[in-house]
């Protein structure tokens, strides 16, 4: 049975899905969505018909796009022939399903109710710091949304005590602005813990989204429900499943 996460905030037809009940078997069991991991296709297809069918779409209208930690959003209105390179969705269109791919980075979905837009985007720290999050803002204005009238909840991704950085991640960072110190805390030696979804949220809400919230699950803390890179590398496993977080009107 699929586990599938909501928020309240998102009046739109939407889930965080965990890695319960899906296909794949061996370090990917479970709901493994990610095409460019080294499962089976058949059985990432398999997973992914199920993800449409809990969304009420056909499986070509559940759409992703092919990450490359970048700022870049796309606006789909039609089902996508590949996946084109990008981090974020928006859309007006009903019944297309936009679906992001993560394994510790964020899934951040976005609707303005009123207007009837919704937005998906990936935010890892790159992504994030690079401006993905205001982007997706920016592209939902030009279809007509409000940022006021925007929610934006972050899903399932790696906490803070699970994120543990060296020092010239933190330089990068209070280089980019002084304040973001306060979003790392002191680990073990000169290592620090990196606070994401605090960063996210931050910078949600400087953007003026209306409503920010994160959903506090953690993808490296429970490996029964969700697949985490930081925690395949760790174990020094060969691949990782990719959980999927969608959206759709």
């Known amino acids: 049975m699929l586990d599938i996460i909501t928020a ?12 319960k009940g899906g296909a794949s078997s061996g370090i990917f069991a479970g709901l493994n969505c990610g095409p460019g991991s080294s499962d089976l296709a058949e059985v990432v297809a398999i997973n992914r018909a199920r993800v449409a069918d809990a969304m009420g779409v056909a499986e070509t209208h559940l759409l992703s796009v092919n990450q490359i930690h970048s700022p870049d959003v796309i606006h789909v209105t039609a089902p996508l022939p590949d996946r084109p390179r990008a981090d974020a969705m ?9 679906g992001i791919l993560t394994a510790d980075c964020q899934p951040v979905l976005f609707h303005d109710a009123q207007a009837g837009v919704i937005g998906a985007a990936h935010a890892g720290w790159r992504g994030t710091r690079d401006g993905v999050l205001e982007a997706t803002v ?14 934006a909840v972050i899903g399932p991704t790696i906490s803070q005590r699970n994120y543990e950085v060296g020092p010239e991640f933190f330089e990068a960072f209070t280089a980019d602005d002084p304040a973001n110190a306060r ?14 979804p605090a960063f996210g949220l931050s910078r949600l809400r400087a953007a003026g989204v209306g409503h920010a919230e994160w959903t506090h699950h953690c993808t490296y803390a429970d490996p029964a429900r969700f697949f985490s890179f930081r925690r395949t590398t760790h174990a ?8 999927i977080s969608v959206i759709r009107l």
């Open 90 to 98: 928006v859309t007006t269109t009903p019944g297309l399903a936009l």
């Open 236 to 243: 020094a496993e060969a691949d990782y499943g990719r959980l």
């Open 8 to 19: 309240d905030a998102i009046t739109a037809r939407h889930g965080f899905f965990t890695r």
């Open 138 to 151: 920016v592209a939902m204005e030009s279809l007509g949304a409000r940022r006021e009238n925007i929610a």
């Open 183 to 196: 979003f790392f805390a002191n680990g073990t030696g000169d290592r620090l813990l990196f606070d994401l």
